[in-house]
Structures are given as structure tokens and as C-alpha cells.
């Protein structure tokens, strides 16, 4: 089965710094274009990040200088570090996986919980 499956979330000081991880299997990863996203109670699912195949990579403004993507295609494996959280970073991060050549492929993971608090 295509699993996406996040970990690494949990509770951190203001200033503190988390890295997650979402692991694939189930689909050709190398070329997948992979994103982070995140939903806080109340509110709706927003962008995060995203890296291409290629490796490009952007991010929402609101993370920009604070958080890092990346890859691991050997390991079918990717990362989001956290850095300088903000208590206005709580929320369930989730991992989606997206194909360019493919209307209507887009893939979630179940998500992992960031609580940031002091």
C-alpha cells in the first residue's frame, strides 16, 4: 500500500528547534514532488514547504529563514527542520507526496503533532 507515515512532532519551547521526518513507501519517491503542511485546531490546512524532484525547494512566507526541506531519495525519506518555533507554529504537520505528470495524484500522511509553548 502507498503509506506516508510523519514523526518527530512533539512539545517544544519558543525558540526551540524540531526536526520532522515522513517516511514513503508504496510509491517511486525520487520523483514525487513532496510537501509539508499544517492544520491548527480551528483553522484550515495551510502550505509549508515544498521540495521538487529536482530539488527546488519553497516555502511559505511565514517559515521562510526558519525552517529547512529536504530529501533523503535512498532512504525514501523527507525532513522538515524547525527552527526559532514560534508559538504560533502549533499544529499537525502533514506530509503529502504530488506527481507533475499526474492530474489528480496527491497523497497525505496522518500527521504529527508540534506544540509549541512555554
Known amino acids: 500500500q502507498l503509506q506516508l507515515v510523519e514523526s518527530g512532532g512533539g512539545l517544544v519551547q519558543p525558540g526551540g528547534s524540531l526536526r520532522l521526518s515522513c517516511a514513503a513507501s508504496?510509491?517511486?519517491?525520487?520523483?514525487?514532488?513532496m510537501g509539508w503542511y499544517r492544520q491548527a485546531p480551528g483553522k484550515q490546512r495551510e502550505f509549508v514547504a515544498r521540495?521538487?524532484?529536482?530539488?527546488?525547494?519553497n516555502y511559505a512566507d511565514s517559515v521562510k529563514g526558519r525552517f529547512t526541506i529536504s530529501r533523503d531519495n535512498a532512504k525514501n525519506t523527507l525532513y522538515l527542520q524547525m527552527s526559532s518555533l514560534k508559538p504560533e507554529d502549533t499544529a499537525v504537520y502533514f506530509c503529502?507526496?504530488?506527481?507533475?505528470?499526474?492530474?489528480?495524484?496527491?497523497?497525505w500522511g496522518q500527521g504529527t503533532q508540534v506544540t509549541v509553548s512555554s
Open positions: 521540495i521538487t524532484s529536482g530539488g527546488s525547494t
Open positions: 503529502n507526496a504530488a506527481r507533475v505528470d499526474i492530474w489528480g495524484y496527491d497523497y
Open positions: 508504496g510509491i517511486n519517491f525520487s520523483i514525487n514532488t
